[in-house]
């Protein structure tokens, strides 16, 4: 039996499931120009005082996003929280130096039942490892 050539092949012909189309014979693709979507960045800092070594850091990490933000022809906004929420930069403004935060906020102290809650989390955990083990002794 010989074998047919390449060119009669529905792909040479451009119309097989290669071509990724699903254009009718005589139709072809039109490219249309997309604007880009505008980039809006959110950036929000915890100044809870579990953060008062990184307190800097995060301050230059907030500026530095601005800025590329900003380069980029985009919007950014900057707002810190703790026992409230503070705004540093406006939507659209971009920040010509750094702003430091202090990180003092007493928002890291946590309510009176958590350690009773956790205990329970914990206790429930190793409850459900022991049947998920006794449920493996008595399979096998």
Known sequence: MPRSSAAGTPRAAGTGARTGSRLGPGMRPVHRQVPFPPLRVGIACDVSGSM??????????????????????????TVCFGESVTAITRPGASPARVREFRA?????????????????????????????????RCIT
């Open 104 to 136: 003092g906020d007493a928002t890291e102290r946590f309510w009176l039942f958590q350690g009773i809650e956790t205990a329970l989390f914990v206790a429930l955990a190793v409850l459900l490892l022991a049947a998920v083990h006794w449920v493996r």
């Open 52 to 77: 008062r070594d990184f307190a800097k850091p995060l301050s230059s990490a907030a500026w530095i996003m601005a800025q590329a933000v900003a380069w980029s022809a985009g919007e950014s906004a």
